[in-house]
C-alpha cells in the first residue's frame, strides 16, 4: 500500500448503520470473525456466523439501525467501504445483560468492535467510540461497559487510549477470562 493510499484510508466518516447495509455488515463481521485473534475477542465463532441465514443478518442490522436497545456504528472510508464497527447494547434497570447481569441503572455495553487492519492506528478506533458514547450520552446511559479478553493485550491498550479504566472485575466467559473495563460518560 502506498503512502498516498494510506492517507485515502484514514479519512473516514462515523455514522450509524442503514437497515440496507446488512450484507456490508455481514461482510465485515466474517471479515473479524476471520482475525487471527478472534478467539480472545468474540464469543461468536467463524462457523456459527456462516451458518446464519440472511434474516438473521437483516433483523440484527435492523434492530441496530434505530431504536434504544442497540446501537452499531461504523466507520466509512472516502471509497465508502466500511472501515470498523462497534455495538452498544442497552439493558434497562433490573433486566439481565448480555453476560446475565442485573443492575439498578440504565447500563450499556459496548461489542463487536474491529477495525480493518489497514484502518488502525489511524483515529477509527476513537471515532468509533466517540460516537458510540455520544449516542448513549443521548439516551441516558450513564456509564459504558466493556469486556476485554485477559490475553488481548492489543486491545486492552487501545480501550485505554479511548479512555476506558480497567475496573478490576474479571468475568468468566467462553473465550476464557475478560477484564471489565468502562467509561463514566457523564463527565467524558
Not at 452498544?88 to 468492535?113: H, M, W
Request: glycine share 10%; charged share 25%.
Amino acid at each position: 500500500m502506498t503512502v498516498e493510499e494510506r492517507e485515502v484510508l484514514r479519512s473516514f466518516a462515523v455514522r450509524r448503520v442503514r437497515p440496507e447495509e446488512w450484507r456490508s455488515l455481514r461482510e465485515l463481521r466474517l471479515e473479524a470473525l476471520r482475525d487471527p485473534i478472534a478467539h480472545l475477542a468474540y464469543l461468536e465463532t467463524i462457523e456459527a456466523a456462516l451458518e446464519r441465514p440472511d434474516s438473521f443478518w437483516q433483523d440484527r442490522t435492523r434492530t441496530a439501525a434505530s431504536g434504544t436497545a442497540a446501537g452499531q456504528f461504523v466507520a466509512v472510508d472516502e471509497r465508502g467501504d466500511l472501515a470498523g464497527t462497534a455495538t452498544a447494547l442497552v439493558t434497562a434497570p433490573g433486566e439481565p445483560d448480555y453476560i446475565g447481569e442485573t443492575g439498578p441503572q440504565l447500563r450499556a455495553a459496548v461489542v463487536g468492535v474491529y477495525v480493518q487492519p489497514g484502518h488502525r492506528g489511524g483515529g477509527v478506533l476513537q471515532a468509533i467510540l466517540s460516537e458510540t458514547e455520544a449516542w448513549l450520552r443521548g439516551i441516558g446511559v450513564p456509564q459504558v461497559r466493556l469486556h476485554v479478553n485477559e490475553q488481548n493485550l492489543r486491545a486492552q491498550g487501545a480501550y485505554r487510549k479511548c479512555g476506558y479504566v480497567d475496573t478490576g472485575v474479571r468475568v468468566e466467559m467462553v473465550d476464557g477470562v475478560n477484564h471489565e473495563m468502562v467509561r463514566d460518560l457523564r463527565s467524558a
